[in-house]
Structures are given as structure tokens and as C-alpha cells.
């Protein structure tokens, strides 16, 4: 379906999703984060998409940041409100059975670095930079940044990031453990895709429970032990279970139904 802010492709069962305001630098404008929204819903729901991108358009900017014209004059509440409409689309994204991975062609700043954050792993073009500059406007982070920054390189580099406003390079970010590699530029959308046609090879319920039982690990209401267990068992009632272990045997490829 088309978008007001979005660009999407459905190739080989890889979805990709554009952010597409590049005279705005993409930034999250209210209606970005509707159609972010929506487009997850797509993802969800459309069992022909196995896996996901998500990039900007143009080369300088994945996200630059939330739309800061639309902040002025917010009340307590409002802030409130817009804090947990962003959390909410961005845990919609994190908690996706479907691997989401962020391709961070440029900036990514404020609510672009959160939304990079929230995708499952990134992979950054050599002239990407990150930060959560949130601080030089009196603010902090709102949809999630200040947790997963923390989760992502540990305490100490997060804070001092959140704290000082520092935006690092994509290198830097490489270190950190923030992103999982870096590429030229020209190379970005094709690294992702590669690991994707991976990733779609395999089977697609096992590929949801490893998703959901490694996010469990940063939940304090769940035992993610429990749930890496659940997952395990449940997959024999599966029949890629079957399937894959019968391929096993016979020295094949298997072939996955996500059934």
C-alpha cells in the first residue's frame, strides 16, 4: 500500500522500507511515525515479507532526528503522550518475529539513532554517524534511547553519549558493538540484502523464537531462560522441525514452509 513518507519494495521476500523526507534529512515527523506504524502492521501481517530493511533515502541522512518544529510548545502531558507513541511503534518493531535490520546511510541522530536502536542489528555506511544529541536542546531521549543505548555498548560509553551529545562515526560505532559492520556507502543495501537471503533460508518460526527470546533478556517480568525453553519445545510441533532434521539426516538442504 502506498505511504505519505515511506518507500517500499518487496524483493525475494526482503522487504525494504524507505524513510523518504530527504530535503528534511528524514527526520520523524508525526506522520513519518503513522506510516511506521502502518508499515509494520504490513510486515506483520503479509506472510510473503520474511525479512525487513529499513534505510532513509538520499546519502546523507538514515534519520537526522524527530522533527523538532513539531516539539514547541508541547505541555507536560503532550510530551508524555508523544514519548509513548514513539515507544510504542519502535517496541513494535523490536518485538517483530521477522528480522528488521536497520541500513544507516547517514546520520542518525535523536529518534533516528533510537530507531536504528530498536531494529534487530545495524549495519552502517562508512559515513553514517550516531548520536543522542537530545541534551543540547534540554531534553533526553523519548523513544527508547536512553535503555537500549545503555543495553548496546554498555553503561559508561552510553552515558557519557547521552550526556555529553557527542555524535560519533560510523568506525567508532563499529567498536562500540553499536553496529554490526561497515561498508562503503554503494555497498550498504547489498550487505544487508546478503545477509538476509541468509537469514530467509532458514526456518522462519525458529528464526522468531531466537528474536523473542533474546529481547526477553532485557525484560525483568520475564525469565528468558523460560522462554528460550518454551521456544525449543514448541518448535517440535512445528514442520520445519521435521523437515530440518530430516534434511539433516539425508545430507540436504531443506526446504522451510514456516509452518
Known sequence: MPYQTLLTKLENNIFTITINRPDKLNALSKQVMNDLDEVMDEVYKNDDIRSVIITGAG??????????????GLSVDEGKNLAKRGLDIFFKIE?????????????????????????????ASENAKFGQPEVNLGLIPGYGGTQRLVQLIGKGGAIE????GNIIDANTALQYGLVNAVVPQAELLAKATSILAVVNTKAPLAVAKCIEAANAVYKESVNGYDVEMSGFGNCFATEDVKEGTAAFLEKRKANFIGK
Open 95 to 123: 518485538n517483530c518475529p521477522k528480522p528488521v535490520v536497520a541500513a544507516v546511510n547517514g546520520f542518525a541522530l535523536g529518534g533516528g539513532c533510537e530507531l536504528a536502536m530498536a531494529c534487530h542489528f545495524r549495519i
Open 59 to 72: 546519502e546523507k541522512g538514515f534519520v537526522a532526528g524527530a522533527d523538532i518544529s513539531e516539539f514547541v
Open 161 to 164: 553519549l547521552l550526556i555529553s
